[in-house]
């Protein structure tokens, strides 16, 4: 059983990475279509960032669970745990730090300034 979600580990990990790889492509392929229309240097590069920056974050949440169910399904020492919780924080804190970096506000500050259904009327706005 332990080789099973060792495979599954693994599996995580390479979808963790495509993701990354995958929204870097996304990324590119956005950002050379917004100069394609006209706009702006700036803009191309702000929705290359944006969408660059949501790719290493879910890469790094489905890094996070693989390495999860890593330590989970192995034989669990207190040296593994320790390790785990900080991969987790590191991996945590690069997520909030990219999250702030694009979003200009705090996480817990961003509910203030704005509702949930107008994130994702921005976002339909975009997709268009």
Known sequence: MEDVFSWVAVAFEALGATS?????????????????????????????RRTLAGAIMLGLEILVAADLIRTITSNPSLEE???????????TVLSLSIQIEIEGVLPWKRALLTSGASVVADEVTRAK
């Open 20 to 48: 990354m790889v995958v929204g870097f492509l996304i990324a590119i392929v956005l950002g050379g279509r917004a100069l394609l229309r006209g706009q702006d240097g700036g803009a191309a590069f702000q929705t290359v």
């Open 81 to 91: 745990a320790a390790i785990l919780g900080l991969i987790v924080l590191i991996r």
